[in-house]
């Protein structure tokens, strides 16, 4: 039996670089711990990693008798299939509580800040351990990334005190500078099929008995999908049936306009018109200042399905 640090399907840089943090924590403190990923790496994961020096974790889906903190997230639905069968020893989080249990007591570890990697820093200051310089690194990284260079509406103080914290460790002199390089690195498409690119950062949600997947890419220049659309639109209906879900929507989100434009393909989209009070044209809509799925869509979202 092995203990293992991972984050949600469909990784982030939140959930690779948490994974890495953590498990060199727990290996400091005694507990011998491996990062995993349940995926592979989105581009702007690959540029951070590259960049501090890192491989990446090992790939693991199953986790049947081995130990598991679970990073990123708490809903079975972005869990490996077979968690019930592994021992969850902590939960590290700052999404809403999900749904999973345990069998024996648990470290937990849930805040409702910006990033997963806020909460770790946390964690080194309480027991007391040095973060090593290109940790450091890849934690102030994914505080840029998952704040969107502390704009999305889930940033607090105690994320950008954090991630100048990190920085100062790591040697960055300029957050910024590197957050936009995070993000035009993640802005990179080509290659990449429609399918990728929805399910690069996908998440499947429960909303009133309805299956609801949302996706959500973050680049620096909307005009990048243009000659796309038509494309993601039919490739989203075909996840739709395939996936037995009443919704699928993908935010196409401008860091630089700060806002999403929303494609959707649902069987009842004035459920989604009503959700944020704006009329689907051809599918899409924009939406000024939205920026964060899980503070600004998924809410509204589950409130109009519950109507
Ligand atoms: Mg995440
Ligand atoms: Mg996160
Ligand atoms: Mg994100």
Known sequence: MATYACGHINPDSDSICSAIA????????????IPARQGELNPETEFILNKFGFEKPVLKTEFAGENLYIVDYSNSLEAPKDVKEATIKGIIDHHKLGDLTTST???CWIRPVGCTNTIIKEMYDYHQVEIPKDIAGI???????????????????????????????AGIEDVRALGMELFIAKSAIKGATPRDLIKRDF?????HGHKVG???????????????????LADMKALKEEGDRHTVILLLTDILKEGSQLLCVSDDATIIENAFGATLQDSQVWLPKVLSR????TPPLEAAFNQ
């Open 22 to 33: 953590l498990s060199y924590l727990k290996t400091q403190l005694k507990e011998p711990c």
């Open 105 to 107: 007591p648990l470290e």
């Open 139 to 169: 934690m102030c990284c994914a505080i840029l990334s998952d704040t969107v260079i502390f704009k999305s509406p889930t940033c607090t103080k105690i994320d950008t005190k954090a991630c100048k914290a990190l920085a100062k460790i």
């Open 203 to 207: 998440k499947d949600f429960e909303m």
């Open 214 to 232: 949302i996706g959500q890419l973050e680049v620096v220049d909307l005009s990048t999908f243009d000659a796309m659309k038509e494309d993601l």
């Open 294 to 297: 899980k503070k600004q869509v």
